[in-house]
């Protein structure tokens, strides 16, 4: 079984390798590089995992993940960061519980 991924992420070379790897293994990826973009095509697509970027501009993955909230997709999430230093990175968050981490 295939699965669909949409990833959000403002910085294009950060997209382009995580779509490398991830349609190297099987997977239909969907890219963006807003949120609020992300949002839409999260109602439209449905897809069954969704990887953002914490830090972007208008709307951050954090925002992205409480919207998803919002409208209470069938799906259920979670919220993953992490970030070029590994000492800052190791965070999640279920989204469902609306705990952040980082």
Do not use: W
């Amino acid at each position: 079984m295939v699965g669909t991924v949409l990833i959000v992420d403002d910085t294009p070379s950060e997209m382009e390798l995580i779509s490398y790897y991830l349609q190297e293994n099987g997977y239909i990826v969907i890219g963006t590089g807003s949120a609020k973009a992300a949002l839409d095509q999260a109602i439209a697509l449905k897809p069954d995992v969704i990887i953002t970027d914490v830090v972007m501009p208008e709307m951050s993955g954090f925002e992205l993940c409480r919207s998803l909230k919002k409208i209470r997709l069938r799906k259920r999430y979670r919220s993953s960061s992490v970030h070029q230093n590994p000492r800052k990175s190791i965070g999640c968050g279920d989204c469902d519980r609306e705990r952040m981490c980082t």
